[in-house]
């Protein structure tokens, strides 16, 4: 029997290959659900292409605009309570919707006991304590899309807990790379949007170039599979091939390969446990192939730093550091401060956080929102300073 998917953030990166997986295995997948932010004329043709029962807008001044766009009888939602009901209607919940307004999806699909396909990595980061709290209802399980956890998870499936030394998070290095610190003061937004192997949305485009990005999925990786900081390593893969990997006690790494397509992990998600029978991203060993490995720099990408940092100080502080990073990023892609700025933004907000505890999602929003306040803040001054 098809299991029922809801997808939240249908109408991006992530939420289009996702529609392309379910029209790949249509006896696996029936999508009940959609939910885009404000592009109500594409979440519109999904729905007459994909038929679900609910369709929620994140903006709800778009529902009327919506509901004469859909076929009759579907329902129209919007705002956090649309979203919630999203998240109780399908078996498999597929969250990739950019940023904090992801949040009631993440805890409201655990909640309900659903499977949830977290892409969203920042809900995970805002609210951990939360997630952990609520991730082990019946039923509820996370699978993670983010290629580099999906990877883990395949991985660990070839051993036992106890003989998992370290894992290794794979990072492409951002179109950077190469850069020196001289040079980063100059780059542009269309230089940091041109991704060397992923085609993304802006928003982790842009934390892709200053390794914020892998920053979060540093801390991803210790909410998702419990392992302390000190036995997560980032290594730089510039060929994006090698997806992560897991080391085991005796010395033996077990690492996931692919050609970068998102599409790939996806399906993973979607179809857990069982794989799906379209191929993603299977490799060709009849061409040369080289694996190229080498360790960040986090003088020159000093958002790696920080995200370590809030990691290990845990409590709100990967709230503070992921709400400040949306700010400075929205205000990097508006051309208000420069692309050097941003691990300011984030490094003063971080000076700025109150050692505040997270334990109700009150305790989450205001976090996020005095983040964003001190942000905002430092992001104003960078701005008529320059
Ligand atoms: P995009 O910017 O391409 O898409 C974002 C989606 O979120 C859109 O559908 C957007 O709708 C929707 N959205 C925004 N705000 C709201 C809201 N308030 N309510 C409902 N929906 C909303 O982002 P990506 O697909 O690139 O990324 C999505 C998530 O997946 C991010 O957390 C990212 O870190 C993660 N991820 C992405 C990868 C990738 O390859 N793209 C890889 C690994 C992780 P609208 O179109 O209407 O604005
Ligand atoms: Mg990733």
Redesign the pocket.
């Known amino acids: 029997m098809a299991s029922k998917v809801a997808l939240?953030?249908?109408?991006?990166?992530?939420?289009n290959q996702a529609i392309d997986v379910v029209h790949g295995a249509p006896d696996r997948f029936e999508v009940v659900a959609l939910?885009?932010?404000?592009?109500v004329s594409?979440?519109a043709a999904q729905a007459r292409d994909l038929r679900p029962s609910l369709v929620?807008i994140?903006d709800a001044s778009l529902a009327g605009e919506l509901a004469e766009q859909v076929p009759r009888g579907t329902e129209v939602m919007s705002g956090t309570e649309g979203?919630e009901a999203l998240a109780r209607s399908a078996d498999v919940v597929l969250n990739?919707?950019?940023?904090f307004?992801?949040l009631p999806v993440t805890l409201a699909a655990l909640v309900a006991g659903r499977r949830l396909a977290l892409?969203?990595?920042?809900s995970l980061i805002a609210a951990a304590p939360l997630v952990s709290s609520v991730r082990n209802a019946a039923g509820g399980e996370i699978v993670p899309?983010?290629?580099e956890h999906c990877a883990i998870h395949q991985c660990l499936r070839a051993c036992r807990e106890s003989e998992v030394a370290r894992l290794v998070i794979t990072a492409s290095g951002g179109p950077f790379r190469e850069l020196s610190q001289d040079e980063l003061a100059h780059v542009g937004l269309g230089d940091a949007l041109a991704h060397p192997t992923?085609d993304?949305?802006?928003?982790?485009t842009v934390d892709s170039s200053t390794l914020m990005n892998k920053g979060l999925e540093v801390i991803e990786a210790h909410e998702l599979f419990g392992l302390p900081y000190d036995r997560i390593e980032v290594v730089v893969h510039p060929q994006s091939i090698v997806h992560s990997m897991v080391e085991m006690t005796d010395g033996s790494t077990i690492a996931q390969l692919s050609r970068p397509d998102?599409r790939l992990p996806i399906g993973y998600a979607l179809g857990y446990p069982e794989r799906l029978c379209s191929s993603y991203g299977a490799l060709d060993w009849s061409t040369a192939l080289s694996l190229d490995f080498e360790p960040p720099d986090r003088e020159r990408f000093a958002c790696l730093r920080l995200a370590e940092e809030a990691g290990r100080a845990g409590g709100s502080a990967p709230a503070w550091l992921s709400a400040a990073n949306e700010e400075a990023v929205a205000a990097f892609l508006s051309a208000r401060i420069p692309w050097s700025a941003i691990s300011q933004v984030v490094a003063a907000a971080l000076e700025d956080w109150d050692q505040a505890v997270i334990s109700s999602v009150g305790d989450v929003v205001e976090a996020d929102r005095r983040a964003r306040e001190s942000a905002r803040r430092t992001a104003m001054r960078l701005e008529h300073a320059a």
Do not use: H
């Open positions: 939240a953030g249908s109408t991006g990166s992530i939420g939910a885009a932010g404000s592009d594409r979440l929620v994140g979203l990739a919707i950019v940023g307004a992801g892409a969203n990595k920042e899309v983010d290629s992923w993304m949305g802006p928003k982790i998102m």
